[in-house]
Nanobody, 120 residues
Framework: QVQLVESGGGLVQPGGSLRLSCAASGRIFSINAMGWYRQAPGKQRELVATILSGGTTNYADSVKGRFTISRDNAKNTVYLQMNSLKPEDTAVYYC??????????????WGQGTQVTVSS
């Protein structure tokens, strides 16, 4: 079993910054992709950013230039630095990891979510 524990959410004013962290623990052989998704009230969950183990990143157009995803493979941790936050960034942010728990088996895991609220 693998657990993803997120931290760093909260309330911030427009234009402010937050940094989210997500640490994976448990039966981990390796982790391929890690990423962040978000879900606003009444909307579907959407991709924010992903990062592969080698460092290749992908961003939603709405966050390009404002958000930066990074990871520490030794700590099985992924980060999301969010700058120039806008009210439309308000959502529950979920961490995702594509985990190999043996050389032949893999599974997708999700964190419990952390609330980010951007409001004056």
């Amino acid at each position: 079993q693998v657990q993803l524990v997120e931290s760093g959410g909260g309330l911030v004013q427009p234009g402010g910054s937050l940094r989210l962290s997500c640490a994976a623990s448990g039966r981990i052989f390796s982790i391929n992709a890690m990423g962040w998704y978000r879900q606003a009230p009444g909307k579907q969950r959407e991709l924010v950013a992903t990062i592969l183990s080698g460092g290749t990143t992908n961003y939603a157009d709405s966050v390009k230039g404002r958000f930066t995803i990074s990871r520490d493979n030794a700590k099985n941790t992924v980060y999301l630095q969010m700058n120039s936050l806008k009210p439309e960034d308000t959502a529950v942010y979920y961490c995702n990891a594509d985990v190999k728990y043996s050389p032949w088996s893999r599974r997708d895991y999700w964190g419990q979510g952390t609330q980010v609220t951007v409001s004056s």
